[in-house]
T-cell receptor, first 115, second 112 residues
Framework: DSGVTQTPKHLITATGQRVTLRCSPR?????VYWYQQSLDQGLQFLIQ???????AKGNILERFSAQQFPDLHSELNLSSLELGDSALYFC??????????????FGPGTRLTVL | AQSVTQLGSHVSVSEGALVLLRCNYSSSVPPYLFWYVQYPNQGLQLLLKYTSAATLVKGINGFEAEFKKSETSFHLTKPSAHMSDAAEYFCAVSDPGNQFYFGTGTSLTVIP
C-alpha cells in the first residue's frame, strides 16, 4: 500500500459525459501527478501540482483539467468524453515536487471505460 | 526533445537466469533516467533512478542499471530471476523542465 488513494476504482460512462477522478496523496506529500495509461498511447504524464499550484504540464488534452485543493487532494476532470479516453488513470504523490530527487508513490488507479 | 525506447515488448527468462531489459534514450541535455515496475492490477513502483551521480545504480529487489552515455542506454539487469519478478517494466526519462516520458514497457515472464 503506497498510501495514495484514488476513487473511484472503476468508472463506466458514455461518450460526451463528464467525470471527476479523485486522488488523496500520502500524508505529508505536497505534490500530485496524474498519468494516463492506455493500450494505444502507453503511459503518459498529464500534469503535476505542487501545493495547489500547477508545476508541470504534459500531454493533457484541453478537455481535461485538474486542480489541487488546500487540503492537498487533487481532482482530474475529464469532459466531452470520447471512446479513446478509456484508460487507467494513475495519481502519484511525492514530498517536494522535485521529480528527480523525490520518489513518486503511485495510487492503484481509476479504470475509466467510455461506452 | 526527450524520448525512450524499450527494445522487446516481451521478455521471457527461466527462473534463476539473468534478466536484461533494454532501454535507450535520446536527450539533448543530460537526462535523468528511471526504471519502474508495475505488477498486475497495481500502480507503478520506482525500482531505481539515475541522477548524474554514479553510473551504476542499484535499486530494490536486486535490480541494477548502468548509465552508458556513449551508447545512450540505461539497461536494467538482475543476476537471477525470481518468479515474483514477473511484471511490466517501464523505463522513463525526465528533463530539467520536469517533463516526463515513459517507454512502451517490457513484459517480463519468468518460467519455472
Amino acid at each position: 500500500d503506497s498510501g495514495v488513494t484514488q476513487t473511484p476504482k472503476h468508472l463506466i460512462t458514455a461518450t460526451g459525459q463528464r467525470v471527476t477522478l479523485r486522488c488523496s496523496p500520502r500524508s505529508g506529500d505536497l505534490s500530485v501527478y496524474w498519468y494516463q495509461q492506455s493500450l494505444d498511447q502507453g503511459l503518459q504524464f498529464l500534469i503535476q501540482y505542487y501545493n495547489g499550484e500547477e508545476r508541470a504540464k504534459g500531454n493533457i488534452l484541453e478537455r481535461f483539467s485538474a486542480q489541487q485543493f488546500p487540503d492537498l487532494h487533487s481532482e482530474l476532470n475529464l469532459s466531452s468524453l470520447e471512446l479513446g479516453d478509456s484508460a487507467l488513470y494513475f495519481c502519484a504523490s511525492s514530498p517536494t515536487g522535485q521529480r528527480v530527487t523525490d520518489t513518486q508513490y503511485f495510487g492503484p488507479g481509476t479504470r475509466l471505460t467510455v461506452l | 526533445a526527450q524520448s525512450v525506447t524499450q527494445l522487446g515488448s516481451h521478455v521471457s527468462v527461466s527462473e534463476g537466469a539473468l534478466v536484461l531489459l533494454r532501454c535507450n534514450y535520446s536527450s539533448s541535455v543530460p537526462p535523468y533516467l528511471f526504471w519502474y515496475v508495475q505488477y498486475p492490477n497495481q500502480g507503478l513502483q520506482l525500482l531505481l533512478k539515475y541522477t548524474s551521480a554514479a553510473t551504476l545504480v542499484k535499486g530494490i529487489n536486486g535490480f541494477e542499471a548502468e548509465f552508458k552515455k556513449s551508447e545512450t542506454s540505461f539497461h536494467l539487469t538482475k543476476p537471477s530471476a525470481h518468479m515474483s519478478d514477473a511484471a511490466e517494466y517501464f523505463c522513463a526519462v525526465s528533463d530539467p523542465g520536469n517533463q516526463f516520458y515513459f517507454g512502451t514497457g517490457t513484459s517480463l515472464t519468468v518460467i519455472p
